[in-house]
């Protein structure tokens, strides 16, 4: 009886008109009957909201509440109370009977009921039908459960903009640190649009990144090599285009947008002084949470929020000016020291391993290593601090064609080469004008900056002249052995 068919048009209430009334909700629901009657006939349709803060509510037909008819309610909606259901409704005299669940995510927010007076009509393919109606009014129902019962908005226009960005503006500035700012800004927005995830993301420490805001817990910024998101796997520009506002009904199986999969995003950018402060983004694991109602909630609060950002990015970044200044200032102190370790030290071991110990205090890193040029200016001896074992027995590493060549070839003065963890910031080692090598510092993403290469500079040219006593050790010539003599001509 039911042939395969694609599923009809299903009418849903727009996004904004969540708190309808009966009237509006009778209208919607003769809309549906007649929809859906020539795939789906039936004599009786009913229909059911799950609210948020529990129980069913009765959407229609009116006349069914006067039966007092109870229906299975979450979670304890199964197979077996739904049949239940669906045989108390033919003792009623209906001989077909379906019962279908309206799911939005991972809870249940409604029940359809089809009903029929001849027997039989429905069999699987019904049954699917019925699915696929189901999940096409699951948005909606969504929403409706989000806000069945809430008390209604005040109807003169703008009075929901007004309201929200009064709310906002009571807690903008009373975070101490962008996460709880974060948090609580969700808090603000929760009356008026739910959010499962609220993100900020502002521009990273290069145009190929952004930096998750709204995670960081305060302090210098841009150290937390988690929080950093490249531009490959979220390209803001390219989502939001020339518009100032984002609004993604269904992501799919979701989107890198957010930490966790979210399946609805609304967003908008955040501007400050003609600048871009970075972007808000909501998110929700059900599609079609968001409308444009929502997104018009989000650019009124924008301004607020993005003043709140800039203020914090100046702050984390005034940190890391303040520790940079104050290493700057132990920096002679630490390099007359360094200069005295190299000298004093006779065991090359033991002054690479001192020197790696007090560079640290000059330039944090996680690692630190030496590539040195011996008869081959493609291939390099890589030397840690404090190798004991002499420089001709160490393996050869090919560096032709790379960063590390270059720079070890005197090609580049420096390089920073840096990817998703981790970043190297590569110096020449120079004597008498000569570069014999380079010496390699590592840390995580976002260690290092552009002032940090000359300092890395100053402490490779205090440890270059010693490692190259080494490296002339290694490719000078051997001496002539004693008592040999020239054979003699005949």
């Not at 039966?67 to 209906?94: F, H, M």
């Not at 370790?341 to 065991?347: D, F, H, N, P, R």
């Not at 020449?428 to 976002?446: P, Q, S």
């Amino acid at each position: 009886m039911f042939p395969d068919r694609e599923i009809p048009l299903v009418p849903s209430l727009p996004p904004g008109e969540e708190s309808a009334d009966a009237e509006t909700l009778e209208t919607w629901h003769l809309a549906l009957s007649n929809a859906i009657s020539s795939d789906l006939p039936h004599d009786l349709l009913g229909v059911w909201l799950y609210p948020a803060a529990g129980g069913a509510a009765l959407i229609a037909p009116a006349a069914l509440a006067a039966d007092q008819l109870t229906v299975p309610l979450p979670p304890d909606i199964s197979p077996a109370t739904l049949g239940l259901l669906e045989e108390i409704i033919r003792d009623a005299g209906y001989l077909s009977v379906m019962a279908q669940v309206v799911e939005s995510g991972d809870r249940a927010t409604g029940l359809l009921l089809f009903a029929a007076l001849p027997e039989a009509i429905y069999d699987d393919a019904a049954r699917a039908m019925a699915g696929g109606v189901a999940s096409a009014l699951a948005p909606m129902f969504a929403r409706l459960a989000r806000k069945w019962g809430l008390p209604a908005e005040p109807a003169h226009e703008g009075s929901a903009e007004d309201t929200v960005v009064t709310s906002v503006a009571r807690m903008v500035g009373s975070a101490e640190n962008p996460r709880a700012f974060a948090l609580a800004l969700r808090e603000a927005l929760a009356p008026f649009v739910a959010a499962e995830q609220l993100e900020i993301l502002v521009p990273g420490t290069s145009p190929e990144q952004w930096y998750r805001l709204s995670g960081h817990p305060g302090g210098p910024l841009w150290s937390d090599p988690d929080l950093v998101v490249t531009r490959s796997r979220v390209d803001l520009p390219a989502l939001f285009g020339v518009n100032e506002t984002l609004l993604i009904a269904d992501a799919g199986g979701g989107s890198a947008l957010l930490p966790a999969p979210a399946r609805s995003i609304a967003g908008v950018w955040l501007e400050a002084g003609g600048r871009t402060a970075g972007a808000l983004l909501l998110g929700a694991g059900e599609p079609g949470r968001y409308g444009e109602r929502d997104v018009a909630l989000l650019a009124a609060i924008a301004p607020l929020v993005a003043i709140r950002v800039e203020s914090f990015v100046a702050t984390g970044n005034l940190q890391i000016v303040r520790t940079h200044l104050a290493t700057l200032r132990a920096v002679p102190s630490h390099l007359g020291r360094l200069a005295e370790v190299l000298a004093t030290t006779g065991s090359s071991a033991e002054a690479t391993r001192l020197f790696a110990s007090e560079a640290g205090s000059v330039l944090p890193f996680d690692r630190l290593h030496f590539a040195l040029r011996l008869a081959e200016d493609d291939r390099v001896a890589v030397m840690a601090p404090g190798e004991t074992r002499p420089l001709p027995d160490l393996p050869l590493t090919p560096v032709a064609g790379t960063g590390l060549g270059r720079v070890a070839r005197g090609e580049l003065a420096n390089l920073m080469v840096r990817a998703e963890r981790r970043t190297d910031l590569i110096v020449g080692l120079r004597v008498g004008g000569e570069v014999i090598g380079a010496m390699v510092l590592t840390g995580d993403a976002n260690r290092f900056g552009r002032g940090d290469v000359e300092i890395a500079q100053q402490l490779a040219d205090l440890v270059a002249p010693h490692l190259e006593i080494l490296r002339r050790a290694a490719v000078a010539p051997p001496p002539p052995i004693p008592g040999w003599k020239r054979a003699p001509k005949f």
